[in-house]
């Protein structure tokens, strides 16, 4: 469905009357004020009037002018059904005015001249054979603009489409990233909440099912949003290490290095839970002794940057052909589609130890 707006009737009719009105009103002008210059002497008022409304039916002809040009589109230039409407319309409009013109020299003689202006036949045709280069230049003119506006139009629409389209990837890049994260991660959490019971645990247990319920009614809450404020994306990734933390205890150590003025800058929603959860899978769950997970968000050059560090293995140099998983190919897919090439996505091992994942993207509030 097209949700382009277009012009309405009044509107059309009122650009049309202004910029013809403005051509008469230069033509007038400049004419009496030549004219007078060089010592001519002439009924200036009517002429200006004779001038001024002579350009009545270019402007009342371009509505038709314009249906034309959407009929038979100067694109169409090998078509002759094209070239004789429009040349047979252009003439038709270069009779009228030859005529309408003629009229307005009889009716109010705006030179002068004490014989009278002459036959209106003649003037007529004579008005019609003189004019006929420059009717054929303002038709083209009109058929040049209709053109360009029609064009605009599309390039808008397209524009307005590929817009919405990419809503509705981003919308459903983000659905595949809530359906890839609550079933395994469901799962995973329920057999640890199981585990926790069998061990009679049981304030762990319920610990755990309380973090699980804020992390649900949250997924399901910003099911609609596209970027939320940092400060919330923070939040959502700390009821997800919450859970975590509830299954590797003191393994697993987590800190966050973000200030405060930040908290209210737009991030896409979900960017940050995908890299938490790579640095425990892949960091955290592969070492006896567990780690760290450090969250950071830094401002420079008006790029926000997100990084996510776990101090677990290192990559191996094959590492985007064994490793590149479901959850980074999605994040990246996600950015191109909010910030086209306007992002930066990378993961890097750190020295002496650890991987880091990192995204920047244009800094909004």
Not at 5 to 31: E, M, N, V, Y
Not at 144 to 165: G, I, N, P
Not at 312 to 323: A, C, I, R
Request: hydrophobic share 45%; with cysteine.
């Amino acid at each position: 469905m097209d949700a382009t707006p277009k012009p309405s009737g009044w509107s059309r009719w009122f650009w049309i009357a202004a910029i013809w009105t403005g051509l008469g009103l230069f033509d007038a002008t400049q004419t009496v004020f030549v004219m007078r210059a060089e010592g001519m002497h002439h009924a200036w008022i009517r002429l200006f009037v004779t001038l001024l409304f002579s350009w009545l039916p270019w402007g009342l002809a371009t509505p038709l002018v314009l249906q034309l040009g959407h009929q038979y589109p100067p694109a169409q230039w090998k078509s002759f059904s094209m070239w004789g409407a429009h040349l047979a319309a252009c003439s038709i409009i270069g009779l009228v005015y030859s005529a309408w013109t003629a009229l307005l020299g009889e009716a109010l003689n705006p030179y002068g001249d004490l014989r009278g202006p002459g036959p209106f036949a003649d003037i007529w045709m004579n008005k019609f054979s003189s004019g006929l280069l420059s009717f054929l230049i303002l038709y083209a003119a009109i058929l040049a603009v209709s053109h360009m506006l029609d064009s605009r139009e599309r390039l808008v629409r397209q524009q307005s489409e590929t817009a919405r389209l990419n809503e509705q990837l981003s919308k459903a890049q983000l659905n595949a990233l809530r359906k890839q994260i609550e079933p395994h991660f469901l799962f995973n959490t329920l057999n640890a909440i199981a585990g926790l019971v069998r061990e009679e645990r049981n304030d762990a247990a319920v610990s755990m099912i309380v973090h699980l319920s804020d992390f649900l009614r949250r997924v399901v809450q910003d099911s609609s949003r596209h970027q939320v404020p940092l400060v919330e994306e923070l939040e959502f990734a700390q009821k997800y290490l919450e859970i975590e933390k509830v299954r590797f205890g003191e393994r697993l150590q987590v800190s966050m290095d973000v200030a405060r003025e930040l908290f209210s800058a737009q991030v896409p929603s979900l960017i940050l839970q995908p890299m938490v959860e790579n640095a425990v899978k892949h960091g955290i769950a592969k070492r006896v002794q567990g780690g760290a997970i450090r969250i950071a968000a830094a401002r420079s050059n008006g790029l926000l940057t997100l990084s996510v560090y776990n101090d677990g293995p290192s990559l191996s140099e094959e590492w985007e052909k064994t490793h590149f998983g479901i959850g980074f190919s999605n994040v990246r897919t996600r950015l191109q589609g909010l910030y086209k090439n306007a992002f930066e996505l990378s993961m890097k091992n750190q020295s002496p130890g650890g991987v880091e994942v990192t995204i920047s993207v244009p800094y909004e509030e």
